[in-house]
């Protein structure tokens, strides 16, 4: 059974702070991962996505993976009132017919 | 475009009704994708299909769900007979590959709640 990890929090980090999210997989084969965003009340929408080992950064987002570790994690720098929402981390398994495989969500609150 | 399009947004039934939720892709994708999220189980992936075809169901819970992709621009999740359990927000996704390198885009979603 192919697992992905995540804290379900809630995180609570003031505004400006950093947030650091982690997740976990358990296939050793994955190959691509992807950070969702999710509003209360919204659909998912990806803001990162990661395929090699070091850091990526996108503005104040920051997506790191270790694979020799199965460890991905997304960092918000300077971090917003407006970033509190739910984020789902997933991994592709790299296997012929295999879709995404998606962590239960690590819920982020931002306090002004 | 205009995105993946669900309906209904909202769906409140009874017991042992039919349920059917619909779903559009966006224009040109190939996968489509139906999801169930719950507080306790998170998102889960039930069926998904490449060019009209269902590629994986594993995830489809009983005989009670069933899923078709008649065309490329239509799809429809099927509960028959329902049950209070399947109270869920069900999302479609749509992509141009499975996942590798491809975004997923969601739908809005329709919440069903089963009396």
Known sequence: ?112 | DAGVIQSPRHEVTEMGQEVTLRCKPISGHDYLFWYRQTMMRGLELLIYFNNNVPIDDSGMPEDRFSAKMPNASFSTLKIQPSEPRDSAVYFCASSLTAGAADTQYFGPGTRLTVL
Do not use: H
């Open chain 1, 1 to 112: 059974q192919k697992e992905v990890e995540q804290n379900s929090g809630p995180l609570s980090v003031p505004e400006g702070a950093i947030a650091s999210l982690n997740c976990t997989y358990s296939d050793r084969g994955s190959q691509s991962f992807f950070w969702y965003r999710q509003y209360s009340g919204k659909s998912p929408e990806l803001i990162m996505s990661i395929y090699s080992n070091g850091d990526k950064e996108d503005g104040r987002f920051t997506a790191q993976l270790n694979k020799a570790s199965q460890y991905v994690s997304l960092l918000i720098r300077d971090s917003q009132p407006s970033d509190s929402a739910t984020y789902l981390c997933a991994v592709n398994p790299n296997q012929a017919g295999t879709a995404l495989i998606f962590g239960k969500g690590t819920t982020l609150s931002v306090s002004s």
